[in-house]
């Protein structure tokens, strides 16, 4: 029984057909929910006759999200620079009594 005849045959809600089409990578599915339809519709009026290129919309959002998150690397490479900076000064605050106390009973951690 080919594909579509075997979707024809199925009764209510659509069924997933994506066995028939293989790829290594993975699928997403989008519902218009109403603002994700409110967003589309506004791209829709502009583009005119143009399909909604789907996949260049997810690339160019993932794209401006990740510019809105906070750069992690960025405030590791800082956290880094002050720690290096204490070492050199050699101002690092230490509580003496509890690093020997640490020392002498074996409390460090594997």
Not at 28 to 39: D, M, S
Request: with cysteine; net charge positive; proline share 5%.
């Amino acid at each position: 029984m080919r594909v579509t005849q075997y979707l024809a045959s199925l009764a209510g809600a659509a069924r997933c057909y994506t066995a028939a089409v293989p790829t290594a990578h993975p699928r997403h599915t989008i519902t218009e929910t109403p603002p994700v339809r409110e967003a589309l519709d506004e791209l829709r009026s502009r583009l005119g006759e143009e399909r909604i290129d789907y996949v260049e919309l997810v690339i160019l959002g993932a794209r401006v999200k990740t510019r809105q998150l906070p750069d992690d690397a960025q405030a590791a490479r800082a956290a880094a620079g002050r720690l290096a900076a204490m070492v050199r000064r050699r101002s690092i605050p230490v509580d003496v009594k509890a690093a020997d106390e640490v020392k002498h009973l074996g409390l460090i951690a594997n």
